[in-house]
């Protein structure tokens, strides 16, 4: 990822409405699958600044790995006191097979050239025990892309299908996936695809702080769409793509 977006995330992670809203969806969707289940070690491979590792490890008490290969981002992590950081390439992770119950990794495999994203499959499913859970997210549908995924490096995005695909060819049994920010979409795609490239432009952040009354306006989407998802209804299109799966027992 482009190393001027540490910063843009250090200082948005926390309160910006599409952190927010995504963190809670996320979670709706992942505390229907945890019942039941005896999670240990937690592995979040990309882990940028560290931030979403300080709340999951605050949320589910559990022992969490926070991995990245920028520096920038760690450095971040160190200041937040985020524990067990580590510098390392997510397609060659340095811990041993089926070491991880639970392994996360967000918005990270879009910054893989198309066609090496089985490597980093391959990785996240070697460290995760048999049983353990993979939570995924995605950038979504190519025409999408606007200047922030030019800005932060993004090289691909995913559809559903593909995303399912790509975890099952990796002995990955999908419990769930749906689209996500997706009322927003049709703005998303008057801005990206029109506004965008009127403007003509340079690639830039999209996390530059929003008057709060807007902040607020466009959290309210990513809220009822939680509610959806937490019911077991899944979206037909969205901004992101999330999939949580169960890597098979041999």
């Known amino acids: 990822m482009n190393p001027a977006e540490f910063s843009c995330l250090a200082n948005a992670e926390r309160q910006f409405w599409w952190f927010r809203g995504m963190r809670r969806i996320l979670f709706r969707l992942l505390d229907r699958l945890l019942a039941g289940r005896s999670i240990r ?4 491979a990309g882990c940028g600044t560290g931030y979403f590792a300080r709340v999951l490890q605050a949320r589910y008490d559990w022992q ?45 495999i879009v910054h893989c050239d198309r066609g090496q994203e089985g490597g980093m499959m391959g990785e996240l499913t070697r460290v ?21 995924s030019q ?6 995005r995913f559809t559903r299908s593909r995303l399912i695909a790509l975890a099952e060819r990796h002995g990955i049994r999908v419990l769930r996936s749906s689209y996500a ?22 690639p830039a952040s999209g996390l530059a702080p929003l008057p709060n009354w807007l902040d607020r306006l466009l959290y ?6 939680s509610h ?5 209804l899944n979206l037909p299109w969205g901004q992101s793509v999330i999939l949580i799966g169960e890597k098979r027992k041999a």
């Open 64 to 108: 969490v790995f926070p991995v990245d290969l920028a520096w920038e981002g760690l450095r971040h992590g160190r200041q937040l006191g985020v524990n067990r950081l580590t510098q390392a390439d997510v397609t060659r992770l340095p811990f041993r097979d089926a070491s991880f119950d639970v392994v996360f990794s967000l918005d990270v």
């Open 181 to 202: 920010n997706s009322l927003l979409a049709p703005v998303a795609f008057l801005k990206f695809r029109i506004w965008e490239p009127l403007l003509n432009k340079p």
């Open 151 to 156: 800005f932060t490096g993004e090289r691909q």
């Open 228 to 232: 959806w998802l937490g019911a077991g």
């Open 220 to 225: 309210l989407p990513l809220v009822w769409e």
């Open 128 to 148: 995760l025990a048999p049983g353990g859970l993979l939570v995924l997210r995605a950038a979504a549908l190519s025409f999408l892309h606007s200047r922030h």
């Open 41 to 44: 070690r937690t592995l979040e």
